[in-house]
């Protein structure tokens, strides 16, 4: 059974920051791109982040670039979401998922097999 556990969500002052994790069980996690992203209320879920299974690409989505780093411990099966420089448009629940997909599809949700329930971040101005 596949399972994908986020930490790390909570309240921030706009300028703060917040690591997120995503700990990853019952899959060859090395095998595996992993993604970030997050959905506001009433607003559709939104690509955030995502790395390659090496971890040697990384990409992001325009409105968190110079902002946010994603980074992966293959050893530890977990993935990481480092937030800098929050805004209060931020504010939203951060998913993680998993996927295998080709190369440049990391930001299209139908890509990715795999999801957890969600941390929720929360940015006061």
């Known amino acids: 059974q596949v399972q994908l556990g986020e930490s790390g969500g909570g309240l921030v002052q706009a300028g703060g920051s917040l690591r997120l994790s995503c700990a990853a069980s019952?899959?060859?996690?090395?095998?595996?791109?992993m993604g970030w992203f997050r959905q506001a209320p009433g607003k559709e879920r939104e690509f955030v982040a995502a790395i390659s299974w090496t971890g040697g690409s990384t990409y992001y989505a325009d409105s968190v670039k110079g902002r946010f780093t994603i980074s992966r411990d293959n050893a530890k099966n977990t993935v990481y979401l480092q937030m800098n420089s929050l805004k209060p448009e931020d504010s939203a629940v951060y998913y993680c998922?998993?996927?295998?997909?080709?190369?440049?599809?990391?930001?299209?949700?139908?890509?990715?097999?795999?999801w957890g329930q969600g941390t929720q971040v929360t940015v006061s101005s």
């Open positions: 998922a998993a996927g295998i997909y080709p190369s440049g599809s990391y930001y299209l949700l139908k890509m990715y097999d795999y």
């Open positions: 019952g899959l060859r996690f090395r095998s595996y791109n």
